[in-house]
């Protein structure tokens, strides 16, 4: 087993803590036996002692007492209950003796306890001589008894006063005893409370700390923070183990984080694909739907004319017939340029190719209004443009696909027998048109959105359209320098307002 391992580092740390315990418990038990011992040599010998004795001295002044009653008697009786008495005491005071005898006690106390005892039956024996004659007795009693008995005493007092210093001594023994323990033991206490606190302190350094450490880094690392530093990797024991374990799983963590960018990635650029695949789709759906419609006015306009020549072929001077083949050709020039402008608009081609020269804006307008009033004669277009006197520079072809869209989305929005407003004016360095109709409407919500490709009003949904036209007009007018902004309400009707500044012609 490795010294450096965590299990035996804590296996050694809980072996210590147990020897710890074991030796201030039996450090403990020997103080207290120490102050046991004490206090048994208190209470089985020098207690026993001084109460042996206090029953000797009384017991022997008692005696002494009952010597005198004896002699004192007057009567018979008297003397017998002297003598029951002294036996009385007699007994008593062997067994006090008896009981003193088997009480260990050191060689001088021994001594004074035999020196009682000689002179204790020299007292006895002189009592029964006095018992023997009452006049010899009296005598007895005043000399050798009392001699005799104060001898004892004496002895006996020597005996008392040496019993009562021994157990003064063993008290103060006994005092000092408690205090060395109580000293040692919260001494060892303390030194085990510092020792614990040490242990604590280690296995809280060496041990929680590095491993709530760890738990707070695995917590970043699943929140995705991988930046998060490492403590203990160069540790040999578990810990740094388990610092290794959390540096694999971060580097896992990276790992499957460049996979799920990498997927993320690859997902986008599908998605981008996909949506792509799907604007080239909607766009061809658009083109052709586009086409259908936006060829129908110049259609509509052969078609009449053509109809017109068949009708009338034989009436219609050279002149006329010139004039309907001249607008039959226009109608035509008008459907390539509008297939050019589709094709650039479905290319994403945003900078239009501009043929700039001069041209007569008033004559491009009354054209136009000229040609959807053939397509629509139940409408009524007013065209007021006689302030549009001075030619202006631009590309003749796109501008006209641009007003054309205009007037063909005011046409088409337009209620039956309704009327259309074509106003022009020139003032300083700037032309303004607007076209004006007083059909269905633009909702509030929809018209940030009107000039966004394919973007279509939320009330026109029964109403063939591409939404294209509008979105190709504002972008033929914003290239020419130009503004085009709508004004309109819903149910009411709509102007379009068109602001062309003033441009020269491009120098070869």
């Not at 009682?116 to 039956?121: A, D, K, S, V, Y």
């Not at 040496?162 to 040692?184: F, H, K, M």
């Not at 509509?300 to 034989?314: F, W």
């Not at 054209?367 to 549009?388: C, G, H, I, M, S």
Request: charged residues 25%; glycine residues 6%.
């Amino acid at each position: 087993m490795r010294f450096n391992s965590l299990r035996t580092r804590l296996s050694l740390a809980y072996a210590l803590f147990l020897l710890l315990v074991l030796g201030l418990g039996a450090f403990s038990i020997r103080q207290l036996d120490d102050y046991n011992r004490v206090t048994g040599e208190i209470r089985d010998r020098w207690l026993q002692s001084t109460r042996i004795l206090g029953d000797l001295n009384n017991d022997t002044s008692d005696f002494r007492a009952a010597e005198g009653s004896f002699l004192l008697a007057d009567t018979a009786l008297e003397r017998r209950d002297s003598i029951r008495e002294m036996a009385l005491l007699d007994e008593s005071i062997t067994h006090s003796l008896e009981r003193y005898r088997k009480i260990r006690h050191d060689d001088a106390e021994d001594l004074m306890y035999r020196d009682f005892l000689t002179h204790w039956r020299d007292y006895r024996v002189t009592v029964n001589q006095v018992e023997t004659s009452e006049t010899q007795g009296r005598n007895l009693y005043r000399t050798r008894s009392r001699q005799v008995y104060n001898r004892a005493s004496e002895a006996l007092g020597r005996l008392t006063q040496w019993n009562l210093v021994g157990a003064r001594n063993a008290a103060e023994r006994e005092s000092a005893t408690y205090r060395d323990a109580y000293g040692w033991i919260v001494a060892a206490i303390f030194m085990a409370g510092v020792l614990l606190f040490a242990a604590i302190g280690f296995i809280t350094r060496s041990v929680s700390d590095p491993l709530l450490r760890l738990a707070q880094c695995m917590r970043r690392i699943a929140n995705r923070e991988t930046t998060v530093p490492i403590q203990g990797l160069e540790r040999s024991d578990e810990i740094g183990v388990m610092a290794r374990s959390v540096e694999i799983f971060r580097n896992n963590v990276l790992e499957l984080l460049q996979s799920q960018h990498d997927l993320a990635e690859q997902t986008k650029t599908l998605e981008k694909s996909l949506a792509h695949e799907q604007e080239l789709t909607q766009q061809q759906q658009n083109f052709v739907l586009m086409t259908s419609h936006e060829f129908r006015t110049p259609l509509s306009l052969i078609d009449g004319h053509a109809q017109r020549l068949i009708k009338a072929k034989e009436r219609l001077s050279t002149e006329d017939i010139a004039e309907r083949a001249q607008k039959i050709r226009t109608a035509s020039q008008r459907m390539t340029t509008l297939l050019d402008s589709l094709h650039r608009a479905m290319q994403g081609q945003e900078e239009l190719a501009f043929q700039l020269a001069p041209f007569d804006l008033k004559a491009l307008l009354l054209k136009l209004t000229q040609e959807y009033q053939e397509v629509r004669p139940n409408l009524r277009l007013l065209a007021n443009l006689d302030r549009l006197a001075i030619p202006l520079v631009g590309d003749e072809k796109q501008l006209t696909q641009a007003f054309s869209n205009l007037l063909s989305n005011a046409v088409k929005y337009s209620h039956e027998q309704g009327i259309i407003e074509i106003h022009g004016e020139q003032e300083i360095h700037r032309t303004l048109v607007e076209i004006t109709d007083h059909g269905i409407g633009i909702p509030a919500k929809d018209i940030p959105h009107i000039f966004q490709r394919y973007f279509r009003g939320s009330n026109v949904a029964s109403i063939t359209g591409t939404g294209m036209g509008l979105s190709l007009a504002h972008h033929i007018l914003t290239q020419h320098g130009g503004t085009l902004t709508v004004v309109s309400e819903e149910g009411n009707g709509t102007t379009f307002r068109v602001t062309l500044k003033e441009m020269s012609v491009p120098t070869p």
